[in-house]
């Protein structure tokens, strides 16, 4: 979503500030509001029959969370969770709604953004099923560091507080494989892990693990 749609969502809902690792809605939930992601991510998962999680998105800054339930009406289909400290823009379904209907250029945004997200989830089912885990965590974390990372250089400081299970859940991989895929990475000098910090040092060597 263009900085301009966000700004009009900016104008309607209440502000809210979520602490790390809270629920802002979980799977099942009824479809009561939508949100604007004003600082920090939001990590889409669902459940497995397993009891693991399949982290299928993370939202940034400007994107929306919640706008599938609230255009047709259903249960959330997914569980919504901060990454780190978050701050959202809340819209009661009521007001989205009317905002898309009085605004037809956010309405078309919307469209495109809808788009951009499929396009997105059937890019990470091929990558689920056609690479081996190392090369699908190379992937989500160059990913991560256009999106969220401060650049400088060929290094980027990825903003977040990512766990291996995060990104084991992102990339549809063990624990264990996904920690192998790290290490073998930190070992080319690549990244830098701590405590739920994650730092590409050098990223035009991650990108060679992502082909």
Known sequence: MTDVSTE?????????????????FREGDASHAVYVVV???????????????????????????GELGALDGRPRSASAVTVGKVELRQISVAEF???????????????????AELRASDDRTANRRSADVATRVARCLCELADRFGEHN??????????????????????????????????????????????TVVDLDCLRTHAV
Request: glycine share 12%; charged share 25%; proline share 5%.
């Open 8 to 24: 009009r969502l900016l104008g309607v809902g209440v502000a809210v500030v979520h602490g790390p690792d809270m629920p802002v």
């Open 39 to 65: 600082r920090g991510a939001v990590r889409i998962e669902v459940g497995t029959p397993t009891g693991d999680r399949l982290v299928l998105a993370m939202k940034g800054p400007g994107e929306l969370v």
């Open 97 to 115: 709604l009317d905002a898309l209907e009085r605004d037809g250029p956010l309405a078309v945004q919307l469209l495109r953004l809808l788009s």
């Open 153 to 198: 250089a060929r290094a980027a400081s990825v903003e977040l507080q990512l766990t291996q299970d995060d990104l084991a859940g992102w990339v549809g991989a063990t624990r264990e494989a996904t920690a192998r895929a790290l290490r073998r990475f930190r070992d080319d000098g690549c990244v830098r892990t701590g405590r739920g910090r994650l």
